[in-house]
């Protein structure tokens, strides 16, 4: 059986099991900015039902998708004071308030996708995890974001130098607002839900993110012009409430901990398909695509990003460890 047909076997067998639902014991509430059908809102559907099965119904999730629950860095404060069960986040949000998380967000940090994954499935991406629980947080997988680049309602971007002068709209993280600094462009922090708006009306000309996002939000229809300069490939990250964390069994906590684990090979599957799909329908929304800038300048005018952020030896160990991995 492939890994399709065995993902569609299983989540065949979880709408059986939902139309034969029974009330769960616990209902753990959970956070996406996306709608419903995003590659992460269905990786945590699909981590719930793998949840309901192996608990018999003891502990459920309910995605709260299209930031019902609010916008990230209001749900990350409510997740931390348990209001929220759980939470799917860029680490992006989290920078300013976990340090270990700067470094996986760093511009250029990763070679590659194949890069990234075998970094946060190892060593650096546990000790990460383990950062999370010094925050009133449980780390408990990471999930894909793509690779963010570029885009703007104002005009096509071939090189570092077409970026100069242009406002850009960046999560709310100081390193990020330094990397666009940095690239000669103005950035200005704001919650994703404000950014479609913002760019409508010109508060600013743009913003940055991977095709599904940039797809989804419906960014293309008002900043058509998208360069893949490619310069951060950011994780996102499953976390959960140390307080919700706390009220479970040692049994049902490794049960959580293993369908999180679960719920990424799945993840990742949907994640390229969706990649896929959202490039062919911004395409054909008549989007202009610049795919080969060269990149040696935007990477080289990151070294100030990098002497400022990665300052301990700790963090600094993260780098060479990350730079080591094959
Ligand atoms: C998306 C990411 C979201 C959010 C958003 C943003 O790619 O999946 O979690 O961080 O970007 O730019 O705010």
């Known amino acids: 059986m492939t890994f399709t047909k065995t993902i569609g076997a299983a989540l065949l067998a979880s709408v059986a099991m ?33 949840l309901e099965e192996r608990t018999d119904g003891r502990l459920c999730i309910e995605v709260f998708h299209s930031a019902q629950l609010g916008q990230e860095k209001d749900t990350i404060e409510q997740t931390q004071f348990g209001v929220i069960d759980m939470n799917r986040v860029s680490l992006g949000p989290f920078n300013n308030i976990i340090e270990e998380t700067q470094i996986p967000s760093l511009p250029y940090i990763f070679r590659s996708v194949e890069h990234m994954h075998k970094v946060m499935d190892g060593p650096v991406g546990q000790q990460i995890l383990d950062a999370f629980s010094d925050h009133d947080l449980v780390g408990l997988a990471f999930y894909d974001g793509g690779s963010r680049s570029f885009y703007n309602s104002q005009k096509p971007i071939n090189s570092i130098e077409d970026l100069a002068g242009l406002k850009f709209r960046v999560m709310q993280s100081d390193m990020f607002v330094d990397m666009v600094s940095a690239l000669g462009a103005n950035a200005t922090p704001m919650p994703y839900g404000e950014v479609y708006s913002s760019i409508q009306t010109g508060v600013i000309d743009g913003a940055e993110n991977n095709w599904p996002s940039y797809d989804s939000s419906g960014h293309f229809e008002v900043a058509q012009y998208y360069t893949l300069d490619q310069h951060l490939i950011v994780p996102e990250v499953l976390v959960m409430a140390k307080s919700s964390f706390d009220k479970l069994s040692a049994e049902d906590q490794e049960i959580v901990r293993q369908a999180a684990r679960d719920s990424v090979p799945v993840m990742r599957e949907l994640w390229e398909a969706r990649e896929a799909e959202s490039e062919a329908r911004v395409r054909a929304a008549g989007v202009e695509i610049v795919t080969d800038i060269d990149k040696t300048p935007f990477i080289e005018a990151m070294v100030p990003v990098y002497e400022k952020y990665v300052t301990s030896p700790v963090l600094q160990q993260m780098v060479a460890d990350i730079q080591a991995t094959e």
């Not at 956070?31 to 992460?40: A, E, F, N, V």
């Open 18 to 50: 939902a139309s034969a639902a029974t009330a769960c014991e616990v209902t753990l509430r959970s956070s996406d900015t996306h709608p419903d059908g995003y590659p992460t809102v269905a990786a945590v559907n699909h981590m719930g039902d793998l």
